[in-house]
C-alpha cells in the first residue's frame, strides 16, 4: 500500500477565531500554523488566506505573501492554494493563486447547497474555464467532489481534454448539502473514481477521524484541519492543526501505515517541485 498523504487545510474561508482562537488570519500566525502542521506529518498544506482581521480573501498579493511565508518555514511542503474561496466571490477572484503556478490547487467540479440562500455555484463553463488554466499553467488540480455526481462530471470533463489524467480527487463528505460521512458512502465514492486515480478523505466535523481512518484503510489519503474541522476530541478543543495532524499520524501507525514524506507525496501524485 502507498504510504499516507496527510493534507493540512488549516484555516479555511469559514471558521473564525470565534469557534477557535489558534485558527490563523495573519501572514505570520497563517505560516506558524503550517510550519507546526508540516512538522507533525502533513506533505501538503491547504491553503485559504485572509485578512489580518479574518475576512476571507483570494487576493493574489496576499497569497504570495503567505506562500513565501510557509516556504521560508518548510520549503520543503507542497503548497495547495484553493480557488474555491468563499461563497459569492467571482471565477477571477477565485483563479488568481493559480498565477502565482503552485504546484497544485483545488478545482471543484460541481455545485452545492451549503445551507440557507448560500450556494457554492461551480457551473460546468466554470470546471472548464480553471481546468484548461490549470493545465497551461502546469498546475495538477485537487479534484474536490461534494458528491457522485461530481465525479462523473471531472470524467466526461477529462475526456474532453479540460483536466489531466491520472486525477487526483478529495472526496469532501458530511459538509451540509453533500454526501454523508458514512464508511458505504466513502466505499461508494472511492469504487467510482477511474482507475489509476489517486484520493484524499476529508470529513468535516464529528466524522473527520472516522474517515480518517476509513481511508488509511482503503488505502486513500487524509486531510484534517481547521477549515474542517476545529476540536481533537469531542468538546475539546484542538491547540493547533499539528495537533489534528499528529491524531492523524498516530492513528495511521497502529494500522500499520507508513506517513509519506513532500518527496514520497510528489511521486505519488506525479509532481515535480518547483
Not at 475576512?55 to 505573501?65: E, I, K, L, S, V
Not at 492554494?81 to 477572484?93: K, L, R
Amino acid at each position: 500500500m502507498e504510504k499516507l498523504i496527510i493534507t493540512a487545510a488549516i484555516c479555511g474561508a469559514e471558521v473564525t477565531k470565534e469557534h477557535n482562537s489558534a485558527v490563523p488570519y495573519t501572514v505570520e500566525e497563517i505560516g506558524r500554523e503550517a510550519e507546526i502542521a508540516y512538522r507533525a506529518g502533513a506533505s501538503i498544506i491547504h491553503l485559504h488566506v485572509r485578512l489580518d482581521d479574518g475576512t476571507p480573501t483570494q487576493d493574489r498579493q496576499r497569497f504570495r505573501m503567505c506562500m513565501e511565508e510557509i516556504k521560508s518555514r518548510c520549503p520543503e511542503a507542497i503548497i495547495q492554494p484553493s480557488t474555491g474561496g468563499a461563497v459569492g466571490m467571482s471565477n477571477a477572484e477565485r483563479l488568481q493563486p493559480v498565477d502565482l503556478r503552485p504546484e497544485m490547487a483545488t478545482l471543484d467540479s460541481g455545485t452545492c447547497n451549503f445551507g440557507g440562500d448560500d450556494v457554492f455555484v461551480n457551473t460546468e463553463n466554470t470546471i472548464k474555464e480553471f481546468g484548461e488554466k490549470m493545465i497551461k499553467l502546469s498546475v495538477k488540480p485537487e479534484v474536490e467532489v461534494f458528491d457522485k455526481g461530481m465525479i462523473d462530471i471531472a470524467i466526461r470533463l477529462q475526456k474532453k481534454g479540460f483536466i489531466k489524467a491520472p486525477m487526483h480527487f478529495n472526496f469532501v463528505m458530511g459538509v451540509n448539502g453533500g454526501i454523508s460521512a458514512t464508511p458505504r458512502d466513502l466505499v461508494f465514492m472511492a469504487g467510482s473514481i477511474p482507475t489509476g486515480s489517486t484520493f484524499t478523505v476529508s470529513g468535516v466535523g464529528k466524522s473527520e477521524f472516522e474517515m480518517a481512518a476509513m481511508s488509511i484503510i482503503m488505502g486513500g489519503h487524509v486531510r484534517v484541519g481547521f477549515e474542517d474541522n476545529v476540536y481533537i476530541s469531542k468538546g475539546v478543543l484542538a491547540k493547533s492543526n499539528g495537533e489534528l495532524v499528529e491524531k492523524v499520524v498516530r492513528i495511521a501507525r497502529e494500522l500499520g501505515r507508513e506517513i509519506a514524506t513532500p518527496a514520497e507525496a510528489r511521486q505519488i501524485l506525479g509532481l515535480q517541485k518547483v
